[in-house]
């Protein structure tokens, strides 16, 4: 990834071993990383977005689409409950 100009960020894991700590700025998109991760994995685990099971372009966006309404609903009666 490093050949195409992108930054790998990934979690140093030493296996046993000292870690290295990341640099600030690799820190703070690996939070970022993370929240987004998070999101996509309810995306696909808790409103459907793993078992589309309908075909063409505008009926996956729709059906992605309403998962993605349920996710950002769900976020923010957790935040205001």
Same mark, same amino acid.
């Given at each position: 990834?490093?050949? =195409? ?11 046993? !071993?000292? *870690? ?5 700025? @690799? %820190? @703070?998109?690996?939070?970022? +990383? &993370?929240? *987004?991760?998070r999101a996509n994995? +309810?995306? !696909? @685990?808790? =409103?459907? %977005?793993?078992? *589309?099971?309908?075909?063409?372009? %505008?009926? *996956? &966006?729709l059906h992605l ?5 349920? $996710? =950002? &609903?769900?976020? $923010? $009666? +957790? $935040?205001?409950?």
């Amino acid at each position: 990834s490093r050949g =195409f100009g992108h930054v790998p960020i990934i979690d140093k894991n030493g296996r046993g !071993k000292d *870690v290295l700590p990341m640099a600030p700025h @690799e %820190a @703070e998109r690996y939070k970022i +990383r &993370s929240s *987004v991760e998070r999101a996509n994995s +309810r995306l !696909k @685990e808790d =409103f459907g %977005a793993n078992n *589309v099971m309908v075909k063409g372009h %505008a009926k *996956v &966006s729709l059906h992605l689409m309403f998962g993605v309404i349920t $996710l =950002f &609903s769900d976020q $923010l $009666l +957790r $935040l205001l409950g």
